[in-house]
């Protein structure tokens, strides 16, 4: 699944608000250096939507404000019914 994302730095109160359907807007305190606003990204996807970090992979925008992440879910064995 493809996320969408409108990235806000250096923002006082950390937090996601997705007014828009196909976008989210992603408010982070951390600055856009070092990699460092794109880490916080990660960490707030991951808890959002209660995933690892390791499953979010950044697509597209990394030293954009407008970023694709792609949500990878896990693979779930098959159920035998007996």
């Known amino acids: 699944m493809f996320l969408s994302i409108i990235a806000h730095t ?3 109160k ?3 608000v997705d007014g ?6 992603v408010y982070t305190n951390q600055p856009p ?9 990660i960490e707030a996807l991951a808890q959002h939507f209660k995933v690892k970090e390791s499953q979010l992979q950044l697509v597209s925008g990394a030293k954009s404000k407008t970023k ?3 949500l990878l879910q896990p693979i779930s064995p098959p159920r035998h019914t007996k």
């Open 10 to 12: 250096n923002s006082k």
């Open 14 to 16: 950390p937090r996601i």
């Open 20 to 25: 828009d359907p196909d976008v989210l807007h």
């Open 33 to 41: 250096t070092d990699n460092r606003a794109n880490k916080a990204i």
């Open 68 to 70: 694709k992440f792609n």
